[in-house]
């Protein structure tokens, strides 16, 4: 079976308006964040912050230490920011998930994750020592959304699927 990162491109996909890949990535760093973060907010966006909040303290619950939420990394060429919401760090089997919450399943988590977190977080846990995979949790999953991949349904985001995982979370 071929794992979604390694065909994290499919040709005639168009990304959403305003997305920039991470394109070539030549370094990556952890980081503290930039001063630009924004700071106002639409009552839809406020809305998906609260949902991210209480799917944070889960996961923190969940797998203490492992789990590493909203990390800000720095990355190039030139100097570029990102921000996955999370990292869960699978020591034991040398995997880390990326993680990225939405209130409601979209494809723009597809474009977030394969197409700037994955290429960067690969280059700060090079591939020789940590294998990588990708999971957008969600409160509404609707499986009509029309998406790049099929994704799987999982029951835990640690799940160790190489293909797109989708968790429901409901608090």
Known sequence: MISVLETAYAPG???PDGFNPAGL??????TTAPSFTKTRR???QKQGIRYEKAVQAYLSDLYGLDYLPS???KFGPGQRYCQPDGLLF??????ITI?????QHTPLAWWQLLQLYAPV????FPKQLWKLDVCEVVKWYDAGTVFPVKPIL????HMPIELFKVHIYRP
């Not at 699978?90 to 995997?95: H, L």
């Not at 993680?99 to 209130?103: D, G, L, Q, S």
Request: hydrophobic content about 55%; charged content about 15%.
């Open 13 to 15: 996909l168009v990304p």
């Open 25 to 30: 990535v030549t370094f990556a760093a952890l």
């Open 42 to 44: 639409s009552s839809a």
């Open 71 to 73: 990390p800000w990394i």
């Open 90 to 95: 699978q020591p034991e089997a040398g995997r």
């Open 99 to 103: 993680v990225e919450v939405k209130y």
């Open 121 to 124: 977080v690969a280059k700060l």
């Open 154 to 157: 999982a029951a835990q985001v």
